[in-house]
């Protein structure tokens, strides 16, 4: 080992201190400078190209929109990409925001009904002018505006008045004209819907279906619940369809219950029952109906008389019957194999000179075995003057819409407000029609003829009744019901007055009404009565007395003033009272001319026409008819 002396290490030292240092430190420092450098300079290039310049502003652009100077907005907003078009992204980026916010605030305005068409012209309409920089936000738009209404957020009628507008911008025609129709179709889709809950609540399941057919799939959980409510009404329909079908058949009405198993069959087409049904019913309607062509009585009554211990003290025993006598006769009629019939049957239309005429019908198909018969109800009217009197006050449907009477306590002997469903012919009718259906031929009712002097059905519908028009309100529901239930209406003149005397009797005349009045009432009934009921070619002559120019020869030629504005009125088929069942035609071709029965106290009472009633045409002994308890008359021996 080498060995070096005090000396000689210091002086080795000093050698050391003298020589260059190590680059590494050095060369540290100066990458650190430079990174700084670099950096500095990077953000002071990119930094300021990232700034958005001091003369662009998004609140003077928006303040621009609002004030409905779009052109001036559109320019700013190229102008500002001109001037710095390194910046473009940035100046789309922040501007975008603001056009987006509003073009969103212009389509929610279109959904207002009171947007002025103005403010929607000046705010929104120019807005094309942006071109395809506004058109993902009018899409983004109509978009929501789709899925608002179809989420039932708006209406359709604001739906729909938003893409009308929209439809002005001609940049956004087709788009906003094809959102309208969708919207139409959903709301077409809707209410199909909603009519089928409507119709399938009344219980009219065909016509419910037939409304879900409208359903579109588009509209996925609506139509999902269509195909709930779908196999819902088809099961109820066949329950329906089935016991209709039977009903009508029991009526004779082959054809109705065939046509009503045919829709059935539509929804059950390999169902053997229906085939089976059908089978049967075309069969019974080919062995069952014949060709009639002997006599049809037409028989009629007045109102019942309600409550005997008040109608039979007075006037009504010889003019009417009570409802125990009333059910009688039905019980006889339908016993001796009666059947009711429409009255319709008994004419049709024909050609005679080249105008169209009503003639009489030679035959009609018939039951095997039955004997037909029409029915009428006069003075339907329940005057104010007769309440007290025995019958009820007016005609009224209950809670279910069911046809019952109604008779203040002031006016029956119970001393409290009564509706039954038992005193008046139309509700003890429709009852027994229930019972037997069978005695009605394919639904048939009778005919109500109705005056006009004091309203209708017991509502005071004439000109100047103090409660005119709620009367008419509530008079109209029972007009409908009862034309629901098969009932007909025709008129029985407005005043009731004796058109023969009229004619004859110059001191009747003068006390009532001459032949210009009886005309000038015509017109009032049809004024008065028909907008109510509806138009009828059926006249009832009050009292049965009619009159033609020297009396009435049988060819009804010369029918005179009175009979002459009948006919202009569009009466056609006329009724008096006589003991013949006659149905004749007039000459003229102008109507026909029959003879009705009267069913009341004096008919009931008379020899000769129990006679007629038992012997000449089958119905009934009117000794087992009369009310022998309540008449205040002893039946003669």
């Known amino acids: 080992m080498q060995h070096y002396s005090s000396r000689e290490i210091g002086s080795r030292r000093q050698a050391a201190s003298r020589r260059p240092h190590s680059p590494t430190l050095l060369y540290v420092v100066v990458i650190v400078l430079l990174v700084i450098l670099l950096g500095i300079l990077a953000y002071m290039y990119f930094g300021n190209n990232n700034k958005l310049p001091g003369d662009v502003s998004a609140d003077q652009f928006n303040s621009l929109l609002n004030a409905g100077k779009t052109e001036e907005a559109c320019n700013y907003w190229n102008e500002a990409l001109n001037r710095h078009p390194k910046q473009a992204k940035i100046i789309n980026e922040t501007l975008t925001p603001v056009l987006n916010d509003f073009v969103c605030q212009c389509v929610l305005y279109t959904q207002n009904d009171n947007y002025e068409e103005t403010i929607f012209v000046s705010k929104f309409a120019n807005l094309s002018l942006f071109g395809d920089r506004a058109m993902p936000f009018f899409n983004d738009g109509i978009d929501a505006l789709l899925d608002a209404y179809i989420n039932r957020g708006i209406t359709y009628e604001r739906a729909s008045n938003a893409f009308t507008r929209l439809g002005t911008i001609s940049m956004l025609t087709a788009r906003a004209t094809e959102a309208k129709a969708t919207v139409s179709g959903y709301e077409t889709s809707r209410n199909a819907y909603s009519a089928a809950l409507t119709l399938a609540q009344s219980g009219d399941y065909a016509a419910a279906l037939e409304q879900l057919e409208k359903v579109n799939r588009t509209d996925e959980a609506l139509y ?297 009432e015509v017109w009032q009934w049809e004024e008065e009565v028909v907008p109510l009921v509806g138009e009828t070619a059926l006249y009832f002559y009050p009292y049965g007395g009619y009159y033609f120019d020297g009396k009435m020869p049988n060819n009804f030629k010369n029918i005179g003033k009175m009979h002459q504005a009948l006919v202009d009125a569009g009466f056609r088929i006329f009724f008096n009272v006589d003991t013949n069942p006659i149905l004749w035609n007039f000459a003229d071709g102008q109507g026909l001319f029959m003879h009705r029965f009267a069913l009341d106290g004096t008919n009931l009472t008379s020899s000769s026409w129990r006679n007629r009633f038992l012997n000449t045409y089958g119905m009934f002994d009117t000794k087992d008819i009369y009310d022998h308890e309540m008449r205040k008359v002893a039946y003669p021996n």
């Open 224 to 520: 999902a619940e269509a195909q709930t409510k779908r196999s819902e009404y088809v099961s109820a329909l066949y329950t329906d369809v089935t016991v209709k079908a039977e009903q009508y058949a029991s009526k004779y009405n082959y054809a109705k219950a065939v046509e009503l198993l045919l829709t059935l069959q539509k929804y059950y087409p390999d169902d053997a029952q229906i085939s089976s049904l059908i089978s049967t019913y075309q069969a019974r309607a080919n062995q069952t109906l014949v060709n009639f062509n002997g006599t049809v009585v037409s028989l009629f009554t007045h109102c019942l008389v309600a409550f005997p211990e008040l109608g039979f003290s007075g006037s009504y025993h010889a003019d009417c019957i009570d409802a125990k006598e009333f059910k009688r006769i039905l019980e006889a009629l339908y016993e001796h194999d009666y059947i009711l019939i429409d009255m319709n049957m008994l004419y049709e239309e024909g050609e005679k000179n080249g105008t169209r005429v009503q003639v009489k019908k030679a035959s009609f198909k018939l039951p095997q075995g039955k004997k037909p018969f029409v029915f009428s109800v006069d003075d339907v009217v329940y005057a104010h003057n007769k309440m007290g009197q025995g019958m009820v006050d007016k005609l009224i449907l209950d809670e279910a819409g069911r046809i019952a009477t109604f008779t203040s306590g002031a006016h029956n002997p119970t001393g409290r407000d009564l509706v039954s469903y038992d005193n008046e012919v139309f509700p003890i009718l429709e009852s027994f029609i229930a019972e037997h259906p069978d005695f009605s031929f394919n639904g048939a009712r009778g005919t109500i003829a109705l005056t006009g002097f004091d309203g209708i059905l017991g509502y005071r519908t004439q000109k100047g009744s103090p409660n005119r028009e709620s009367e008419i309100e509530a008079c109209r529901k029972v007009v409908a019901a009862l034309k629901e239930c098969g009932w007909s209406f025709g008129s029985h003149s407005y005043g009731h007055y004796h058109m023969d005397r009229i004619a004859t009797d110059s001191a009747y005349a003068s006390r009532y009404i001459n032949e210009d009045g009886f005309v000038a």
